[in-house]
């Protein structure tokens, strides 16, 4: 039915505040604080309506609502539910409306298609709401929440709608009491809480769904300080929590620093370790990145994170990284320098951190390596030999040629130079030079054009007094700019020298990086790789106790190249044939090596790995049949022998129906003999390695029937089977798989109460399937959980016609041998609960 638009809002409204109840899982309480928060506000004389409140039945929630005044729900032209009426709240317009679920998607033929748009419509009309939200329901975590809990989240909010609201307020409830308020009865009708407990309402699945919480609610926290700090100009450190930040320069020392970071920051309960590398702009840096990558790994390793930062001057980029991250403690090393260095050069990265470090303490670290020195490269200028001999020749021939082209007399009076265009014509001949040689090289031009110019083009030409002052001065400045230019130019060109061995190193070292990542075969790759990257004839991985394996190049030179040895391991080298290569390649070098012996442990685990699979897989499956012929074995022997003993015995005079009762004793007991031959059968043949697990897609829908019909002694009234037709198919052999639930149901019917009858329930969880079997019987204690699963264990019963059933052991190990898991849990209320989880089965099609 058509519903009245409600009249226009009033110019200038307040627009209205919105308040959330954030809760960590359902049945936390969020709909009773949302009503107690209401009932609060209507006492203190606030204009109230509960616009639409959730209260699933449940009583005390229900309570909350007498004495409020409840606005009627919409009832829509489509669906049979009952919606927010959006026109009836703004036409009341309260001062605030109780709106709960705010993730809600609203029924066909509303105002909006999600309830938090009907609560942003309110809020524009100057109307405060007060709303409630799951943590499983903001859109950025809805595919985490699925992992964890295998349920899709259908109903999402943006995370910006909550994050827009003027207060949040968690309401958070530990699992084992949120679990107890389910068990009592508080939630969930009685109907469904054994499924609930069993499937969303685990004790791991809530523990996660907290801490999402937690983390979430953190951040919004932090988000809001760090907005008040900016508002109000704060740019000190606040030192709500410990963040520790330890500067790495790639050095030896850098583990040291980082295990005393990650120890100060560990002393506060929730501290932050942060490790940055500042690296010059100037591209100079010498840190090794084999060594950065190192410290890197043992950082994350420890829980911390890791930054790379690009600054000029390394204690303001430290400083102003710290304080960005609102750091409260600096870690810092020792100098390397050595005592003469520390008196005749200028302070060190430390001394000036402390210096401009203000209200963030620093610690100065010494370790190993602290006053020692530190190794710098052999000097050199980096030129090859043709210009190291070329620049000298340049720097003498060029400013003499420049002076016989400029004096000749044609050239001369065609271009009518003055002096300051003949000094600039030599001053080009200087920055060529610098190009060609070096500052050295250019230095010796300098010179030479200096000493030319005065000859030849200096009033009086042709001797080396000056007659003006002026000139003097010119040829001075002109000696200077030549010597100055000339040393910018060749610093120029090592710095574009070195950024180009920079980019080149990065782009070797990434596309190293990509191509282990694609590649499926680590070993050979990476040897490919490193003898194209290198140049090289060949390059061969060579174990000392194996032949090499050897990635030979297109074109072996005949003679004896030059061979470069980097170890792998502890037992492998790698081996270069080719060119010798120079000093700055090593670097590189080492990374690939690092790389190669990574790839080398994990091809040699997998290989163990693979090799040791089937073994352990005939282990457990040997160990679990023979524990079921331990067990097994006594009853039908015992019962058997009777039964004939008794048919012999000459001294009781049996009747017909006796007779055909031992009889059919005595066939009962030989046919469950007969399966344990068959057992030991299928024993000697995983012995001979001539049986293996026949897994493929089983379902639970058709193995449980044949189970329960196992078992005569269990009537079908005392098991509750659950959900079984709702989960995929399992990757299982059909036969362990009906011997494993049989097992299992048989214990849980054994010990459970009369009138409580056993639940079988199924579930998905990620990529795996769960069966459930519980039972409220008098339970395990957590001590006692293992101890139930060794073979002929009894948890102390002297009575071995009682309690718990060495069937146990037998099942754990079917069902590890299926690749699976069995675990107890303790049922809520009372009882044990036994989960087998076991691979999900791929799909016929091969679709996810």
Known sequence: MAQASAPPDPPGARPGRLKVYLGAAPGVGKTYRMLDEGWRRALRGTDVVVALAECHHRPHTEEMLDGLEIIPRARHAYGEGTELDLDAVRRRHPQVALIDELAHTNAPGAAHPKRWQDVEELLAAGIDVITTVNIQHLESLNDVVEKITGVPQRETVPDEVVRRAHQIELVDMAPEALRRRMAHGNIYPPEKIDAALSHYFRPGNLTALRELALLWMAGHVDERLQRYRAEHGIGGVWETRERVVVALTGGPEGETLIRRAARIAARSAGGDLLAVHVARSDGLAGASPAALAAQRRLVESMGGSYHTVVGEHVPAALLAFARAENATQLVVGVSRRGRLRRVTSARGVGETVVELSGDIDVHMVTHERAGRGRARPAPGSGLSPARRLGGPVAGFLLPVLLTLLLRRRPVADALSLNLTSEALLFLAAVVGVAC???????????????????????????????????????????????????????????????????????????????GILRGEQAVPVLLERTRQTFGMDSAELRPREREPLRVPGAAEAAREPAVTRVPIGERDELVLRGRALPATEHRVLTAFAAHLTAAVERARLAEAAAEIEPVRAADRMRTALLAAVSHDLRTPLAGGWAAISSLRSRDVDFSAEDREELLATAEESMAKLSRLVDNLLDMSRIQAGALTLHLQPTALAEVLPQALDSLPDTPAAGVRVQDVEDVPCVLADPPLLERVVANLVANATRHSPPGHPVTVAASTLAARVELRVVDRGPGIRPADRERAFAPFQRLGDTDNTTGLGLGLALSRGLTEAMGGTLVPEETPGGGLTMVVSLPAAPPPDGRA
Do not use: K, W
């Open 436 to 514: 060609i040689g070096g500052v050295a090289s250019a230095l010796l031009a300098s010179v030479t054009a200096s000493l030319l110019l005065n000859y030849y083009f200096i009033p009086p030409a042709g001797r080396f007094t000056i007659a003006e002052a002026n000139n003097v001065l010119a040829l001075m400045v002109f000696a200077l700019v030549a010597v100055t230019v000339a040393a910018v130019v060749d610093r120029s060109l090592r710095l574009s020298r070195s950024a180009a061995h920079a980019t080149a190193e990065a782009e070797t070292l990434s596309s190293l990086a990509g």
